[in-house]
């Protein structure tokens, strides 16, 4: 099966365009793998915010804490879950592959150590960055392009560590050596996602308020309405940028290692 995507540099439109052919050829792995980790972190979020709701007999503070931090660890492990078996379905593709949802899931499974370190640093730099750039609000929009310089360089950390069966330490190392000299395109390929995924949120996010105008401001649908749409943002975005990672992987070793070139009698 050949690829969906040229293997070739691709420009910045393609970049942004590409991801988007990727998930229609595999639409119905991609949907099934979305839809079990949107349900399951839907469930996961509202059963531990009704928990601490009864624990507190229904406290306003203790509910609106369980709620915003059960969706924040259903958050992180649907980005990571997500973005490994995102990767390793999307890698396939490119040797001529259709992995299906398990086989997406055991690929990225094999690689769980290094990826779980990657997410974990993933995060963490982003909380300081953006901690350190809110101590003035002048100063968070440099803190932004600051954050988008740091996630390009480590851009393609992730399709490294699935692809070359690498190390969290020897990805990051591969990601900055395949990413040196698009630093910046690939940040504004960052940058630009955040955009687009802002623009998605705003009908996910509205949709609640909406739907309380009719139903009353009913602390529960509201919260349930809240959960589910961040959630549904998180899903679609992380398969999309999961996606370009991996088209980012496979560019930058076309552009830097001649990954596109075919020698005559190769039967690769």
Do not use: N
């Amino acid at each position: 099966m050949p690829p969906t995507v040229p293997i070739r540099p691709l420009r910045f439109r393609e970049l942004l365009d590409e991801p988007f052919a990727l998930i229609q050829a595999h639409i119905r792995t991609f949907a099934v793998l979305g839809g079990s980790a949107l349900a399951l972190g839907v469930l996961v979020a509202l059963g531990a915010t009704g928990l601490v709701s009864h624990l507190t007999d229904g406290s306003d503070a203790g509910t609106a804490w369980a709620a915003i931090l059960s969706t924040a660890v259903c958050v992180w492990v649907i980005r990571l879950v997500l973005r490994g078996a995102t990767i390793a379905i999307a890698l396939a593709d490119f040797h001529g592959v259709r992995y299906g949802l398990l086989d997406g899931l055991r690929a990225a499974g094999r690689r769980s150590t290094p990826l779980v370190l990657a997410q974990i640093v993933f995060t963490l730099i982003g909380i300081a960055v953006l901690l350190v750039g809110s101590i003035l609000v002048i100063t968070y929009p440099l803190a932004l392009i600051w954050l988008s310089y740091v996630r390009a360089r480590r851009f393609v950390t992730e399709p490294a560590i699935v692809a070359e069966h690498a190390g969290f330490g020897v990805g990051v190392a591969r990601s900055k050596e395949l990413v040196h000299g698009a630093d910046w395109p690939t940040a504004g390929l960052w940058l630009t996602q955040r955009c687009i995924f802002a623009v998605l949120a705003v009908p996910a996010f509205g949709i609640p308020f909406f739907l309380s105008d009719f139903s009353g401001t009913h602390r529960w649908a509201v919260i349930a309405l809240l959960v589910g749409g961040l959630l549904l943002v998180v899903t679609v975005s992380e398969i999309v940028e999961a996606t370009s990672r991996v088209l980012c992987y496979i560019s930058r070793r076309c552009v830097r290692e001649g990954m596109d070139i075919r020698i005559p009698g190769d039967r690769r």
